[in-house]
DNA sequence: GGCCGGTGTGGTTACGTTCCCACAAGCTCG
DNA sequence: CGAGCTTGTGGGAACGTAACCACACCGGCC
């Protein structure tokens, strides 16, 4: 063995580097630069200045094994690119800086499976805590089974009882289709998903019931639900107005609202003149166009941090602590796409 | 010591355990179920049947840990929230899901301090590479001193040589303000970012060229250039306005292009009548509205999946790799938003 | 018949960190 | 004046995995 080394940087700098140009034992070390443990002033000044100068990095690998937990947080939507999930992402990222915890973002295209293999790489990182838009049952039975918290934000799923963050979307649904019930409207169309979301479900339920209170008939002929990402959305869409000749067009939610907006324009039929429509969900173009579109908004920032907040609190807590769903409340904002019926 | 244990799922099952319960050493264990290294088929479904049984999911950090490499690799984009970004990281995490990659999300709202923040956290997971939208100089330094593989997108930024894809900002700027003097416009606004960034820079230069090569002598007063996340980003706009008297407004990036439109709708000024406008970044709003605005397309997801690409090249290339430099193509979009100048 | 290569398995070590324990010095206080 | 505390430090054992090495067996081949 010579006293040649590799003095490049693909040798990390450890613990024990430090340690060792400064003069004290690696147990030492690791105290002055977590903060946990005596360490005189002196000692700890000497340890932070030559892990400052040597550019230490503590191998959050290392410290994960050990510690048997990691600060990182995952959190799983169902579409990247949706306003909605992006704001709801930013929500909880906002809180977890805050708390400094890691957010390790995901995105499973509302695939169950593709959810439980994204899930599985959080058990595998020893992840303490997840916050997910679930779509498949397995995912956070999984992540239960391996002691991880989970909260469920948006939509709720899990037949375990867990953590969750909702909007009250019955009233929701029943104050969007109470305003066009009030314009006049009786042909009352509602757009949904394919699903067995409790998002969807609820909206659907605040639209009935909207309904029974006016004494109208419900028609199963005016209710679409389209499975997620189908490539035959908008021919759907153009089925419903062909066979039902709805007045009012309730979409619940905002990828549904923009395919309903594109395919009345595209028939040249004016709103409100001939169809009224009401949104899920408020995104900017959503005021942009002319008109602009009606629509129940959501606090969707405030569903993320909620949903972070929950999180943060059930990891200090434990799990004998009762779980705690919230329930936050739309709003409705009449805007220019709803009006009286034709005739 | 006594024969009583814990039998719940708090202890998380290991590889000894497997191999405890099969009958066979952890080697041969690890050896099963990671694929490499000689294991008779009879004993490797007995294992693999076993891990199954007992739900055993490797600890990643373990995994990390002793590779000194992990299967993570860091995305950090400057806002989470905007369009072109949630594209661009979906690009991304398509080309590293198939390869069998993780991809871990932050956004650093342009600021060089959060960027920083999360690459140290880059580094402390030892991830092998990260792909990165720069704003500081700094990140991509720590990066590669710790032997990190970095592809800058979109802009570039590192002082040392990396791999970058990014798309040929000068055509587009060229094109679109080539377009607008092909209508007869002569006092031609640019809406820039007040950032050291190639992309604003390359859109300025393209705009430069146009008016060179007409003959139209450039006016500093028609270029405004805006700081990321100003408060009174409209207000400037509206300073333009007053002061340069422009008929046409270029908006180098899809945020900007959505502040000029509500200004100029704000004020009652019709497009294209009394200021045609372009924008740079095409997002879905800009043909829901009326007219549909003239944009400068650029492949968003394709740029995330190239710069995927390329890190991935470099991760199984290694460092002796020379640098590429992958520049795509826009491509500009004539929507009615853009006419001949008023009088 | 000894040697070699392929096949299959187990023991051991190391990755970098934290934390428990031991220990030592300098106090105070009964 | 020694027991008990506080302050401070170092030794060493984990955490769970992968990789290196040793070894053992079996066939064929010179």
Redo the contacts with the bound molecule.
């Keep these: 063995m010579t006293a040649i080394e590799d003095p490049g940087p693909l040798?990390?700098?450890?613990?024990?580097?430090?340690?060792r140009e400064a003069?004290?034992?690696?147990?030492?070390?690791?105290?002055?630069?977590?903060g946990?443990?005596?360490?005189?002033?002196?000692?700890?000044d000497r340890l932070l200045a030559v892990a400052d100068r040597l550019g230490?990095?503590?191998?959050?690998?290392?410290?994960t094994?050990?510690?048997?937990t990691s600060r990182v947080v995952g959190v799983v939507v169902s579409a990247l690119d949706n306003q909605f999930y992006a704001g709801l992402a930013a929500g909880v990222e906002q809180v977890l800086r805050e708390a400094n915890y890691q957010m390790v973002l995901l995105g499973d295209n509302s695939d169950a499976a593709e959810e439980l293999a994204g899930v599985r790489t959080f058990v595998a990182m020893r992840t303490p805590g997840v916050i997910m838009t679930p779509v498949g049952a397995e995912a956070s039975r999984l992540l239960l089974s391996h002691g991880a918290a989970v909260v469920e934000v948006d939509r709720r799923l899990s037949s375990a009882p867990c953590d969750a963050v909702v909007i009250d979307n019955e009233r929701g649904g029943r104050e969007a289709t109470m305003h066009l019930i009030g314009l006049g409207h009786r042909r009352i169309a509602l757009l949904g998903v394919a699903t067995e979301w409790t998002t969807d479900a609820g909206r659907l339920k605040g639209y009935r019931t909207a309904l029974r209170n006016a004494r109208i008939p419900f028609d199963k002929r005016l209710v679409v639900r389209i499975p997620v990402r189908a490539p035959d959305t908008e021919a759907r869409i153009e089925a419903l107005l062909d066979t039902a000749a709805p007045t009012a067009v309730f979409a619940a939610n905002n990828a549904l609202a923009e395919q309903a907006w594109r395919v009345l324009r595209r028939r040249g039929l004016r709103i409100p003149g001939d169809v009224s429509l009401v949104g899920f969900d408020d995104v900017p173009w959503m005021e942009m166009v002319e008109p602009q579109i009606t629509v129940v908004d959501q606090p969707t920032i405030e569903l993320g941090r909620s949903a972070a907040r929950l999180l943060l609190r059930r990891l200090h807590g434990g799990p004998s602590l009762a779980p705690e769903v919230d329930v936050l409340q739309p709003r409705l904002l009449v805007r220019g796409s709803t009006g009286a019926p034709p005739g």
């Design positions: 040798r990390p700098v450890t613990l024990a580097d430090i340690a003069g004290t034992s690696a147990s030492t070390a690791s105290r002055a630069l977590s946990r443990g005596y360490v005189s002033d002196s000692v700890r230490y990095v503590p191998n959050a690998s290392a410290q094994l050990k510690q048997r």
